[in-house]
């Protein structure tokens, strides 16, 4: 199977700008979980989207939003950018086997905002 | 204060040390403990996973879970410069949000 694909792998914006990032999880998996990693901040979750529903949210301002297709690929949002948004995002797809819970991490887009 | 603490290090051991890793963390909610292995320019990827206190073995890694302490670590034997990478801890209560430690960073010389 292919792994979790995110495109694209590089951006650089200016503030105020806004920016889509998208994600393809492995096939047939439904969970999308997005995280902003930074180094002094180390990964932060974003929200999770399970069958195009959110279905858990971190605490990052409205300018974060996300969605989810029915073929389970996700695109998330920023909005305004700042500064501080600069940041490796990466998306996950969260599967249970056996009462295992395992997140199968994307690569990552690394946004570099100016 | 955060929900869960990592040293950042850097820890710098010569290939054939036994390496400790390790997280505190404080919610006593917290069921399922998983350690992370982050290579440069990579995603994490899983290495570990544990539910509530208790050890598992895998290979050259051990995890530990000590819930009375609020205390996680992962063991690694006869480390390899190919363990160079960041390790991350994390942990939830079931099929909420993962919370993740910063993550430390790890070194290992030939």
């Known amino acids: 199977k292919a792994g979790v694909t995110q495109t694209p792998r590089y951006l650089i914006k200016t503030r105020g700008q806004q920016v889509t990032l998208s994600c393809s999880p492995i096939s047939g998996h439904r969970s999308v979980s997005w995280y902003q990693q930074t180094p002094g901040q180390g990964l932060q979750f974003l929200f999770e989207?399970?069958?195009?529903?959110?279905?858990n949210k971190g605490n990052f301002p409205g300018r974060f939003s996300g969605r989810q297709f029915s073929n389970s690929r996700s695109e998330m949002n920023v909005s305004t950018l700042e500064l501080g948004d600069s940041a490796l995002y990466l998306c996950a797809s969260r599967i249970w086997v056996g009462g295992q819970e395992t997140q199968y991490f994307g690569p990552g887009t690394r946004l570099l905002v100016l | 204060q955060k929900e869960v603490e990592q040293d950042p290090g850097p820890l710098s051991v010569p290939e054939g040390a036994i390496v400790s890793l390790n997280c505190t963390y404080s919610n006593s909610a917290f069921q399922y403990f998983m350690w992370y292995r982050q290579y440069s320019r990579k995603g994490p990827e899983l290495l570990m996973y544990?539910?509530?206190?208790g050890n598992k073995e895998d290979g050259r890694f051990t995890a530990q879970v000590d819930k009375s302490s609020k205390y996680i670590s992962l063991f690694i034997r006869d480390s390899q410069p190919s363990d160079s990478a960041t390790y991350l801890c994390a942990m939830n209560r079931g099929t909420d949000k993962l919370i993740f430690g910063t993550g430390t960073r790890l070194q290992v010389f030939p």
């Open positions: 544990t539910y509530s206190s």
């Open positions: 989207y399970f069958s195009e529903t959110q279905r």
